[in-house]
């Protein structure tokens, strides 16, 4: 059974970072293309970033040079570092493999 788990979610002011994390068991990140999703209230689900499997990464233009996406492979374990967040960058984020995908972490961005 595949399980995706999103961690790290959270209230930050503007300007400042976090870290998410997606947990996987039962597949394998380093052989798949990861994604991370948000979705903002009343907006449509918008795509963050993509880490392959050959740790090959690209951005939306939105979060390009503010977010890193990496990988972990010894704890099968995908990342979001995101800095100098804007009240723009709230949603709930989900990350996805394959066809499954997490319950996703909710990070507000606010003063």
């Known amino acids: 059974q595949v399980q995706l788990v999103e961690s790290g979610g959270g209230l930050v002011q503007p300007g400042g970072s976090l870290r998410l994390s997606c947990a996987a068991s039962?597949?394998?990140?380093?052989?798949?293309?990861v994604n991370w999703y948000r979705q903002a209230p009343g907006k449509e689900r918008e795509w963050v970033a993509v880490?392959?499997?050959?740790?090959?990464?690209s951005y939306a233009d939105s979060v390009k040079g503010r977010f890193t996406i990496s990988r972990d492979n010894a704890k099968n374990t995908v990342y979001l570092q995101m800095n100098s967040l804007k009240p723009e960058d709230t949603a709930v984020y989900s990350c996805?493999?394959?066809?499954?995908w997490g319950q996703g972490t909710q990070v507000t961005v606010s003063s």
């Open positions: 880490i392959t499997r050959s740790v090959q990464t």
């Open positions: 996805s493999s394959r066809t499954y």
């Open positions: 039962g597949i394998i990140f380093s052989t798949n293309a």
